[in-house]
């Protein structure tokens, strides 16, 4: 799906500035067509772009924060789910938005039980009945992370 369109939006929610810079130099080197890429680094920001906009491909943490920090507005606080939130407000929107799961941790909790991220993808399904292309277990200086990603970009 996405590698046959001339033009691929892109939606990454990503709260570290590392990983975001990581992410978004590997999907450049990845995609030959036109790459619009929205970052998001909150719930919020999230939220807001999912109701005005529709993506092709959305590039999700599962720890989020809440919302970006901004003067009088309270410190924002960090959310082990915020990821599923996401999943949960794409499914809403009824979009062919494909998710892909890129978190730094080895499980996912889903309701508050850590599931293995190999297991995930799974579990997400059964327990809400979303489709998921993929998750991806991310580790800073190893490549892994970009193989497994390339792999099931390839096959959508």
Request: charged letters at 25%; one cysteine or more.
């Amino acid at each position: 799906m996405t590698l046959s369109i001339e033009r691929t939006r892109c939606l990454i929610v990503e709260d570290d500035p590392f990983k975001m810079d990581s992410i978004r130099a590997h999907l450049k080197d990845f995609f030959t067509v036109h790459l619009d890429i929205v970052e998001c680094h909150a719930l919020s920001t999230a939220s807001t772009e999912l109701a005005t906009s529709t993506f092709d491909l959305a590039i999700i943490d599962m720890s989020i924060h809440s919302h970006e920090p901004e003067a009088g507005a309270g410190s924002p606080f960090p959310l082990s789910s915020g990821g599923l939130d996401v999943l949960f407000e794409i499914e809403s929107t009824g979009s062919n938005t494909s998710c892909i799961i890129l978190t730094q941790y080895p499980d996912i909790p889903i309701e508050e039980v850590p599931i293995p991220m190999e297991l995930a993808q799974q579990e997400i399904l059964e327990k809400f009945g979303i489709k998921v292309a993929g998750c991806v277990r991310y580790v800073e200086d190893v490549n892994q992370w970009k193989i497994e990603l390339t792999s099931i970009l390839e096959k959508l």
